[in-house]
């Protein structure tokens, strides 16, 4: 099986019981979320093994990520525990239309305390792939080094590396992004962006600019109920979108990241990437919660009309 690595926050999520903004919301369901951990699952439930480093709170809420992780088959052997700082929450509003607003209490991040010199050597030694997002950048200011430490390590054994830049405007500048992704796109093979989040990042610069200016092998644009583009150095493939009814779009981006890597990994064509990342992410924006609608394989063979589903 291959075996991807990621490094980034967990949180403990509330999901609200209710639309419209949170000051009226009375409720709250507990989940659990965090971009990278989300793409952990979505590789794991597609049948590829997936190592999730991060750090966490030596907390109820730690321990429920932790339990949260392992059920779901995530390899946990680089997660820390701090008793220092608590694990982090966020509480998330959703909008009649699915779109989501997150209002986090994360500052200080555990991953404060998982300092370059904690990254173990080996951590990279049976990987297929590196999954660096820009959550993980934006959380705490040493985590570029951290990240850039597994950045030389997986060039050094030829691992490829996919970015995603999930840009969070509420943990930084965009100035400060770009100035920290800028050391990141030189090594990166893929780069999974949204369309909104690749226009903010490069101001007007076109995809053939920055594939050419950074070497990029595969540039995928996320583009929401229309779908996605990739393009290579050489063609450009679209996708459309599944027809869905959004009911939460936060984490479709990760488990759209997830089945592609799958995908790539797998040895697909690209045209078939795109149908499964599609199908990924629509399956995640039809239920509520950030990971809850990541899809097996079966489901997402089923979903996007490659095996027959069978209700009863
Ligand atoms: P990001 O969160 O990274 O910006 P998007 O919102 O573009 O990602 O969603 C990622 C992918 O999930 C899309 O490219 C698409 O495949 C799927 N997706 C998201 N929203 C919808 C939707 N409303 N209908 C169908 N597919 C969707
Ligand atoms: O991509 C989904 C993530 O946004 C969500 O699970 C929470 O990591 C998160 C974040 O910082 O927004």
């Known amino acids: 099986n291959k075996r991807i690595a990621t490094i980034g926050d967990a949180m ?25 951990l989300n793409f952990a699952i979505g590789v794991t439930r597609l049948d590829m093994e997936a190592k999730w480093i991060s750090c966490i709170g030596d907390d109820e809420f730690g321990k429920l990520i932790y339990n949260f992780a392992r059920g779901e088959g995530i390899d946990v052997s680089h997660v820390l525990r701090t008793p220092h700082i608590p694990t982090s929450i966020y509480f998330k509003e959703i909008r009649e239309d699915g779109a989501g607003k997150s209002f986090y209490y994360r500052n200080p991040s555990p991953l404060l305390e998982l300092t370059e010199d904690r990254i173990d050597e080996s951590v990279l030694d049976d990987v297929d792939l590196l999954h660096i997002s820009g959550v993980y950048l934006a959380v705490c200011e040493h985590n570029i080094e951290v990240a850039l430490k597994l950045i030389a390590l997986a060039q050094a054994k030829n691992i490829p590396i996919s970015f995603d830049p999930n840009l969070r405007l509420k943990l930084w500048t965009i100035e400060d992004a770009r100035a920290v992704y800028e050391k990141v796109y030189p090594s990166i093979n ?58 939460d779009t936060v984490g479709a981006g990760d488990a759209f990241d997830a089945a592609y890597v799958y995908s790539y990994l797998n040895g697909d064509d690209i045209g078939e990437r795109l149908r499964l990342a599609n199908g990924a992410g629509a399956l ?10 990541l899809p097996s394989l079966q489901e997402l063979r089923q979903f996007i009309g490659d095996e027959k589903l069978i209700e009863r």
């Open 284 to 293: 995640v924006a039809t239920i509520k919660g950030d990971n809850e609608g």
């Open 12 to 36: 403990v999520v509330f999901n609200p019981s209710k639309t419209g903004p949170l000051r009226f919301v009375p409720s709250f369901e507990r989940a659990v979320g965090g971009a990278e």
């Open 190 to 247: 893929l780069l999974l962006t949204g369309q909104d989040e690749f226009e903010l990042l490069f101001e007007g610069r076109t995809v053939k600019d920055v594939q050419e200016c950074y070497k990029i092998d595969e540039i995928i644009v996320k583009k929401g109920e229309q779908g996605a583009t990739v393009y290579t150095a050489t063609e450009q493939y679209d996708r459309k979108a599944f027809s869905i009814r959004a009911i």
